[in-house]
């Protein structure tokens, strides 16, 4: 009887330490968000002639806000959710960020278009893969 009881407390640890294993690995560090974001930026404003990028911090934790990545030749300006929704400003936003098996996808985009991007992390970087078109509005 002992033995059994024993056994179920261990088996009940296992699953209980399984567990929290689990939804640990399906959250993103913030170093990997941040790391991420400044990828996709990076490449996507490239070729830009856009000076100033509204982005809504909808999805964007504190912690990454607070030492919100570069982007070459860019001024970026963070703007509450709200902000963006009662003025003109079509500010950029991000979606969740989400596993999809060996991946990380996130979608992206502003008032007109989306697309959702796709990362694998290689070594200790993260590297873009591909993108989806999730929106696509028309003015």
Do not use: H
Request: proline share 2%; aromatic share 12%; with cysteine.
């Amino acid at each position: 009887m002992k033995a059994r009881a024993l056994l179920s407390i261990a088996v009940l640890f296992f699953c209980f330490c399984a567990i929290e294993a689990q939804e640990t690995e399906n959250k993103l560090a913030a170093a990997d968000q941040r790391q991420i974001i400044g990828i996709l930026l990076n490449e996507k404003f490239k070729a830009s002639f856009e000076e100033t990028i509204y982005l809504s911090t909808a999805n964007i934790p504190e912690e990454i806000q607070k030492d919100f990545p570069a982007v070459k030749n860019k001024t970026i300006r963070l703007i509450a959710p709200q902000t963006s929704e009662s003025t003109e400003v079509c500010a950029y936003e991000f979606g969740e960020f989400e596993f999809i098996e060996k991946f990380v996808s996130v979608s992206f985009g502003n008032c007109r278009e989306g697309l959702a991007y796709d990362f694998i992390k290689d070594g200790d970087r993260w590297k873009s893969v591909a993108s989806t078109v999730t929106r696509q509005l028309f003015y």
